[in-house]
């Protein structure tokens, strides 16, 4: 059976088949909004916090002070001194998903790393909590005060300070948007080595601050091989410049690599370098139907082995996950029927090459390759802008479409690639087994769907569980299971979203305990008072 | 002019040109006698090494302790009991370029972690000083006894772990052989993502513990993005298994990149999980001669733009190297003309990726590119494994041919591409107005060649200076100015082969007070006693 016969499905809407490629049009990706209707499942958890360390309370004197450091006194807003009602304080003190909630009475957005050195030396002095934030765009609670923690939000530190177009480095400032680096660096030729849902509003600074991952990582790599050099501010205001614009240094220990994830607790961030390859000219996208995670992970492979240096994604998800977008887009009017035959898994390939005829024959070579050896049950394959993001869209729309259906219980996790869909597997039984799932004779089960998608490239699985509404038994079924689950398969319960102050108690599931006291002496080094972004992260 | 005329040069020997691209074999490379040769330049500096510690002085009390800690009575030699004489430790108290001359009476080479471990607790509780060895390949005297520290030899650690496949991550004992690991992944379709000279000899675990940056660089990134996990056995003895196979996990600092590059200062790697790509089953190369450096820095532009994904080295060096290097061929009575038109300098770029078809045309295009628009003078391609050897060896020589050519002075920087060949006109300019440099009028110059090099994509930069011998009078006109000028020109004075003892005072000139004291900082807080690779790195 020919390639085109098979790829040549899609036979309603606006998604038409061919074998023809795509080129360089950016994908789809799901707004703010619809993440946040997605995550609500995790509210409950601040209920929990730790109680108020014994931090100085900040006063109507200390803001008198710590105006006068700052070269504009718009740069400081407080409830104090009435410069700020608790509505205007609101929009710092709480995250974008309504989840934390803190309760600090001044937010302050220095306008220079010099600024913010004379900020933190002051609080250091005046034994100041404070919490550092970016674009406020975390999932664990990491950029929001927990108490009365001071915020000092880097939004005002916004300059690209230089870009060399030999090299690919970019210096620039924490505060800078990644949107906004991304199209200075596209102006140019360049792309910037990580991608976000939030791109739109998250820092830079904030980005290398929890270490993100992100959608570019299989091509690209981690933030610890891209970063060049850091300008921090440490806990007492000095200023570390270690800003670096160089590939190769092995002069003593690398100490960037310290506060790339450190998610603010020893330091903040106030600039980066960072190594920026060109922008692929050229990008596809096919989506396939496969009858076993077996097959997916074989397919993984020979799609390593065919498209080699342009595997730019490849994402995975389970019938039910697609079962939750099909519902979805039926319910929004949008009906498709994507796959001749269906499968109990899918996979997105995408590639990202310089060059769109080669990379079309790899990616038709790899596609004949699939089906001609029955690794796929079907297969499509986009053949303009629009057919792009409509694939992509059947991966992004699982946590809206979820979030739609119920209320959704969220875990990021990463297991070795090969054990990634048994923790699925392992949720599945056991919620059967407490008699809660949907389905299999059990119509009045609680738990709607249970759904697994992630990132096959990087070992990192999203799990959904969908409930008819939030429950303490259900959520006493589901945790610390999961946590235990990941731990027997060696991965780690927070791929990329940090462990913030959510994740916190939960680190000892991950890490040893050798680990973690290495860690607390770290910290301690750093920030002996422990004034900076307290609560969180090693507690 | 048609691409086909200008590349096809060589008229004699084995190199025959065409436009015919050659696929899938290794590269010539240099072995170990030359490098040997090439470096005697630094031997003096041993004469300023620091006095000896206050650490406990092993006696044999020690020796039979130790020796009860180990599986097999042979995994410790000593002239303290007569288990060895002095001669059989020389290769374990000298370097490879016998520059470094330690006073060790013992050796031990521990079977297993374990033992590491009780060696480790054994010497931290008696104060004994220890210097982890590697396959002790190091050009700074990092991985020798500076006095009488105790040896301890990883070479017994050198299982392969496991490797899977799907994932492509590698766990292996620090003390593999980088080219048994490199074979081993060979012969699965996989490639270590690092690459050196002395890859016969060097261990993994060392590769790592120096942040070994090589010849796959430009390609695969430094080894802080690759490397995914470690166990270190700590000073104190306690084995720390941080040995992830997750390509995300953000639970905390990432602790592991303390160790990269670490030069065995706060923990003895004893096994690495590092990710590998799959191995390039393409590989081409060409050389090209050029006017002027601003030449070379607009085609380093054009082969990321033409090439992408699939370039894998590009090397540069300038008339001097290459004259150094005609030079010794024709004293070894291979006389080439390679180029029809020479410049003031050249470029190497390499090719390696997953089809061959495809990237003959992306070369093929970038030269044609290059030529018609006289980015280069002449440019000449491999289309045989005989020609990629050879091209490569115009790159590879040109450290023996120096060697050959007089007493060498060699530099090992980086710095910002655009600002690399200053370093060389710099010192050439000093060198004149000192007038001893031969040339220009001044025939009895006793600098018989300044010669500047290396890899281009890393902004790594070779330095080798060519005396009639050495004098002391013109190693002060060379240093500290050559650390001055990287200085200047906001660079590192160890690219690649870290610090050691050898480069272990310069750091200053790369490093300013806040990171040195930091580095301090953390040194004293894994080595509170400084037993650990004394002498060395941070002092």
Redesign the interface.
């Known amino acids: 059976m020919s390639t085109g016969k098979i790829f040549s499905r899609l036979a309603t809407n606006s998604l038409r088949l061919s074998t023809l490629v795509h080129s360089g049009v950016p994908r789809a990706r799901l707004t703010g909004p619809s993440l946040l209707r997605a995550s609500r499942a995790f509210v409950r958890l601040g209920s929990t916090l730790p109680p108020r360390a014994n931090f100085t309370t900040p006063t109507e004197q200390h803001i008198r002070d710590i105006r006068q450091l700052l070269s504009s006194s718009h740069s400081l807003i407080s409830t104090i001194d009435g410069s700020a009602t608790a509505d205007e304080l609101k929009a710092y003190n709480d995250d974008w998903m309504n989840k934390y909630h803190g309760k600090s009475p001044m937010m302050v957005k220095p306008k220079s790393t010099e600024e913010v050195s004379k900020v933190m030396k002051y609080c250091h002095d005046n034994g100041l909590a404070v919490v550092p934030q970016g674009g406020n765009t975390g999932l664990v609670g990491g950029s929001n005060p927990v108490h009365d923690e001071i915020i000092l939000n880097l939004a005002n530190l916004s300059q690209i300070r230089s870009f060399?177009?030999?090299?690919?480095?970019l210096v620039a400032d924490g505060g800078v948007v990644l949107e906004t680096a991304d199209n200075y660096l596209a102006e140019r030729?360049f792309i910037f080595p990580l991608d976000l849902g939030a791109k739109g509003s998250c820092h830079i600074g904030g980005n290398v601050a929890?270490?993100a991952?992100g959608l570019r990582?299989l091509r690209y790599?981690?933030l610890?091989?891209?970063v060049l050099g850091l300008e921090v501010v440490l806990p007492d205001g000095?200023?570390?410049?270690?800003l670096?614009?160089?590939?190769?240094?092995?002069?003593?220990?690398?100490?960037k690599?310290?506060f790339?994830?450190?998610e603010g607790t020893i330091g903040i961030i106030t600039a980066i370098s960072i190594l920026c390859p060109?922008r692929?000219?050229a990008m596809n996208v096919a989506v396939c139907s496969l009858s076993s995670y077996e097959a997916v992970?074989k397919v993984?492979?020979e799609a390593?082995?065919?498209?080699?240096?342009?595997l730019s994604a490849f994402e995975f998800f389970d019938k039910q996950s697609y079962a939750l977008v099909k519902k979805h887009q039926e319910e929004s009017g949008e009906t498709r029927n994507v796959f001749e035959q269906e499968g109990d898994f899918y996979c997105l390939i995408e590639t990202g090459?310089?060059?769109s005829e080669?990379d079309e024959?790899?990616l038709t070579a790899l596609l004949e390759h699939l089906l001609e050896n029955e690794f796929v049950l079907d297969g499509v394959l986009a053949q303009d802008s629009t057919q792009f993001k409509s694939l992509w869209s059947l991966r992004e729309l699982i946590p809206e479409s979820a979030a739609k259906a119920g209320s959704v219980y969220k875990y990021d996790v990463?297991?070795?690639?090969?054990k990634m869909y048994r923790l699925v597997e392992n949720m599945r039984l056991r919620l059967r087994e407490r008699r809660v799932l949907e389905g299999d004779g059990n119509p009045q089960g609680r738990i709607r769907a249970l759904a697994g998608y992630g990132?096959m490239?990087?070992?990192?699985l999203h799990i959904n569980i969908v409930a008819d509404k939030y429950a303490e038994d259900l959520e006493k079924i589901i945790e610390p299971y999961i946590y235990e689950i990941v731990a027997e398969n060696?991965?780690?319960?927070?791929?990329?979203?940090?462990?913030g102050v959510m994740?916190a108690p939960y680190?000892g599931y991950?890490?040893?305990k050798?680990?973690?006291e290495?860690?607390r002496?770290?910290k301690q080094?750093f920030d002996p008072k422990g004034l900076l972004n307290p609560y969180k992260?090693?507690v």
């Open positions: 060399d177009p030999v090299s690919g480095i030729g929890t270490n991952g990582l790599g981690s610890h091989g891209t000095t200023i570390w410049n270690g670096s614009k160089l590939r190769k240094d092995n002069t003593g220990f690398d100490l690599q310290l790339i994830g450190s060109r692929p000219s992970q993984f492979g390593k082995a065919y498209l080699g240096e342009i090459g310089s060059n080669h024959a790899k990463s297991v070795p690639v090969g990132h490239g990087d070992g990192n060696e991965g780690s319960i927070s791929a990329e979203h940090g462990l994740k680190i991950t890490k040893n050798t680990s973690i290495m860690m002496k770290i080094l992260y090693i």
